[in-house]
């Protein structure tokens, strides 16, 4: 008897060891799929924002028809196909970690809407207009492991959030190459209202997601290359408190502007915008051709390429830059489009920090120009570690990591002065507040249809 019931319990425990291992299996697999899909994305907005720059030379003009109906169709296309997929991605991310009825979470990280995510914001670089795809690509991380999750039939919500958080971080690890980063953003943003540990199911999702995009890539790189600039303590110390003022000024009133339009305009524009939104949207198109003009095109696209030449030193910067591009990313936030704030936010912050340079003849420009991006980017998202571990290890570049630190968390402080709340989180809650409206009418559409 005893021989039969330790048999009985060695199978029993094999079946359940078999079962885990399974589970894990499949989530590993699902976190290579988090990498593929930022890879193809990433090539997918590089070659659509190569085009964009190809139209541009080929004629400046003709971007005043291709920007207005580009945007319009990406409006419409929006809301007939894709409703959910506007806007950033990691307000919804961050909504979908609060919300209780799993049935609206696996509504809004649909892989429907991750796709439509990943095609609207392409045609939105292709059209020019001032977006990212690194905030989608969360959003798009989160939905695959989502649909992973439900697929091993996670009925525990805590087990099911920790799965979506994962895949959000791998979403950031694998778009911009930065593991650390990608851990340091689920903690620091994507989980800073609720209770969430690092767990080994985030870290190894980050590793197999950044280590295959990596592979598909063809091998290690950095976002901006290697910049091997450093800040001693000292006078060059003018650049700290210069960036982070100007960072957390520019970043904070940024983000005001964000939550308020977020809101609704007022008057007669607000009145458009919600009752005509694809004119709306192609009227801003035309704002933006305006814009990419009197820039010669530079207000276009992600920014990546300005930003990185400032790194370089291989281009001066110029305030109209900055104006321009701030301008232009705030009015395509307003289109209503999918796109995301994070590579626009990273080249307005380095136009700051190469107009500072240009007052500090005796310190790097390439230093004061992270010091730039990680204030003005720790100024917008209000995350002062995840901004300087995303400069950092874009740049690759770990001497100066006292100053980007003291810089993050200066424009982070003058930031909160200006804007109180952190603007994804206030976002996320007006995002889960239309949630709400939309299925308090959805159910009063439903009791009146059984009266």
């Known amino acids: 008897m005893r021989r039969r019931n330790r048999i009985t319990h060695f199978r029993r425990s094999a079946r359940m060891r078999t079962s885990q291992w399974r589970r894990t299996f499949i989530f590993w697999a699902g976190a290579i799929t988090v990498g593929i899909a930022a890879w193809l994305f990433a090539r997918a907005a590089d070659y659509a924002s190569s085009l964009c720059m190809g139209l541009q030379h080929w004629n400046p003009y003709v971007m005043f028809a291709v920007i207005p109906s580009g945007l319009a169709l990406s409006m419409w296309l929006t809301k007939r196909f894709f409703p959910g997929a506007q806007g950033s991605g990691i307000p919804q991310t961050i909504a979908t970690l609060h919300i209780e009825d799993f049935s609206l979470v696996n509504r809004i990280l649909a892989l429907r809407i991750a796709v439509g995510k990943v095609c609207m914001t392409t045609l939105g670089l292709l059209c020019g207009a001032s977006i990212g795809r690194e905030g989608p690509t969360v959003q798009v991380g989160a939905a695959i492991m989502n649909a992973y999750s439900r697929f091993l039939g996670h009925a525990n919500v805590s087990t099911r959030r920790g799965v979506i958080l994962a895949g ?68 060059a110390w003018i650049a700290v408190l210069a960036c982070g003022i100007l960072g957390g000024l520019g970043g904070g009133l940024f983000s005001t502007i964000l939550i308020r339009v977020g809101k609704g305009l007022p008057g007669f524009i607000g009145s458009i915008q919600k009752n005509r939104p694809i004119l709306f949207t192609a009227l801003c198109g035309i704002i933006l051709a305006m814009l990419g003009f009197a820039s010669h095109g530079d207000t276009f696209g992600t920014g990546y390429v300005q930003a990185h030449h400032l790194v370089a030193g291989s281009r001066h910067a110029h305030m109209s830059y900055f104006l321009m591009k701030y301008a232009a990313t705030i009015i395509s936030y307003c289109s209503g489009i999918p796109g995301g704030l994070f590579a626009p936010s990273l080249s307005i912050g380095a136009s700051v920090g190469g107009w500072v340079a240009r007052f500090l003849p005796h310190t790097a420009p390439g230093a004061v120009v992270l010091l730039g991006m990680v204030g003005y980017f720790s100024g917008v998202v209000q995350s002062p570690l995840t901004a300087t571990v995303i400069v950092m290890e874009m740049c690759d570049n770990q001497q100066i990591t006292l100053a980007l630190l003291a810089t993050a968390f200066l424009a982070f402080g003058v930031s909160r002065m200006v804007c109180p709340h952190s603007l994804y989180g206030r976002l996320a809650d007006q995002f889960m507040a239309r949630q709400e409206g939309y299925l308090q009418k959805k159910h009063e559409e439903n009791k009146q249809s059984k009266d």
Request: proline share 3%; charged share 5%; glycine share 14%.
């Open 168 to 235: 959000g971080a791998a979403g950031v690890a694998a778009a911009f190459n930065t593991p650390l980063a990608g851990i340091v953003f689920a903690i620091e943003e994507l989980a800073s209202s609720f209770q969430q540990r690092t767990s080994g199911v985030m870290l190894t999702g980050v590793v197999l997601a950044g280590v295959t995009a990596i592979v598909l890539t063809g091998g290690n790189y950095t976002y901006f290359g290697h910049a091997s600039v450093d800040v001693p303590v000292g006078t």
